[in-house]
């Protein structure tokens, strides 16, 4: 097959990113587009941790971002009262439409100002979002965030961290350096002290903070996350993509490289119930 038809038959449901070649599309949709369907830095079982500390069944739900719609099925299967994903792109809303079905509604709109009520939520949700996002953005994310929810709702995030908390700053810029020529994003992963911070900053506290190793192309977190079919589709379309192999290879290689320095990390952090 050749490198224009591997292209259409794998094409992203995403306008933005799907006409990009394999040497130039951001990482995690080049991912997408191989087959991978869990994009998540801590996989499968820290998303699903997640979920379950965020207290979902009855809830109103908010997520943010849903991409191709992984997260939005295990949100469903929790059985909210409501649920209402809000994406910036068009065609990501036609994705996950289907998949949400008449259990809640999918929307257009900026995770910044996503033109819902103020205090309609229970629970918000923002999986691998944040990190890509520069500090003004993170904060403005997460103002949003606040505004939907109610006293007493609860803020879930799944993230990337560095670590451990002292790392200096010049290890965290080579980093980052790193993460932004491997993925094609300049991604601004926090230590989880920072990532406490900065939520404590908009007077969310933190209940919960969960870690897990960041194993995004390891075989074993692989398995665990796309099943051994989906795993064996998934490495069917890299190795017979040159492209796409080289950019795989060399994020695995950054991954590994700073292996001791990255996690992925949620935190669940609570709206109070009265002003602070």
Do not use: C
Not at 63 to 78: N, Y
Not at 245 to 268: C, E, K, P, Q, S
Request: proline share 6%.
């Amino acid at each position: 097959m050749t490198g224009e038809e591997h292209q259409r038959r794998t094409r992203l449901p995403f306008a933005s990113f799907a006409d990009r070649d394999d040497d130039t599309v951001q990482g995690h949709w080049l991912l997408a587009r191989l087959g991978k369907r869990v994009l998540r830095p801590g996989g499968v079982e820290l998303t699903r941790n997640l979920l379950s500390h965020a207290r979902l069944t009855d809830a109103d739900v908010v997520e943010l971002a849903p991409g191709l719609g992984r997260t939005a099925a295990e949100v469903i299967a929790r059985r909210p009262r409501s649920y209402q994903g809000v994406d910036q792109d068009p065609e990501a809303v036609e994705a996950v439409r289907p998949i949400v079905g008449d259990h809640g509604e999918v929307r257009v709109a900026d995770a910044s100002d996503t033109g819902l009520p103020d205090a309609g939520a229970d629970v918000v949700i923002g999986e691998a979002m944040l990190t890509m996002q520069g500090e003004r953005a993170k904060n403005a994310i997460i103002a949003e965030a606040v505004r939907l929810l109610r006293p007493g709702g609860r803020y879930a995030i799944h993230e990337l961290a560095l670590t451990p908390d002292d790392l200096p700053e010049e290890a965290k810029e080579d980093i980052r350096r790193g993460l932004a020529k491997a993925i094609r994003v300049n991604a601004r992963p926090l230590t989880p002290a920072e990532w406490r911070q900065l939520l404590g900053e908009h007077g969310l506290i933190v209940d919960h903070v969960l870690t897990a190793p960041m194993a995004l192309l390891q075989p074993r977190r692989l398995i665990a996350d796309e099943g051994l079919l989906g795993t064996l589709r998934f490495a069917r379309n890299v190795l017979t993509h040159p492209d796409a192999r080289r950019r795989i290879l060399a994020m695995r290689a950054t991954f590994r490289a700073h292996h001791d320095h990255l996690d992925a990390i949620a935190v669940i952090a609570r709206k109070p119930s009265t002003p602070t």
